[in-house]
């Protein structure tokens, strides 16, 4: 995440420097939106989509794991809250898994604008497919609903 704390660590900045470098960035980020007007501006944090970026490609953002689902399913919430400025955002959640597991999360939780890609940067073209994009699947029919697994009794009868 692009926080001050996370950018004073990775470039060795102190906190106030980090701080103002965040402002900057931010502002920078969002006086290039404005001149692109509908052109995408692509970040790569989640928390930027809508602040100062209208797309944003996160580099293993879908795995089988729940935090991919409550991520796609935030950023749904966000992109309707937006109302019709929402409607624009892009989101590319990028992992080199392609297993049905991880496509099945990823179809959990995104939403229009929604993007699943695979493949690392030295895959070649090839690596960057998989068939079961091709796959006609329709509208959704719902927003998903996640249901906690029921917990864990140890029978002392037994």
Request: proline content about 5%.
């Amino acid at each position: 995440m692009c926080t001050p704390a996370n950018i004073a660590a990775d470039m060795h900045l102190d906190i106030a420097t980090a701080t103002a470098w965040t402002a900057g960035h931010r502002q920078m980020m969002r006086d290039t939106q404005a001149a692109l007007g509908v052109g995408l501006l692509i970040a790569k944090d989640p928390a930027e989509l809508g602040d100062h970026a209208n797309a944003v490609l996160q580099e293993d953002g879908c795995y089988r794991r729940n935090s991919s689902i409550n991520n796609l399913r935030n950023i749904t919430a966000r992109r309707r809250a937006a109302g019709e400025a929402g409607k624009s955002w892009v989101y590319q959640c990028h992992g080199r898994d392609t297993t049905n597991d991880t496509i099945a999360a990823f179809l959990i939780g995104a939403g229009d604008g929604d993007f699943l890609t695979v493949g690392g940067w030295y895959d070649g073209v090839d690596g960057h497919w998989s068939d079961d994009f091709a796959r006609p699947l329709g509208p959704p029919l719902a927003d998903a609903v996640y249901v906690a697994p029921p917990p864990f009794v140890v029978n002392s009868d037994v």
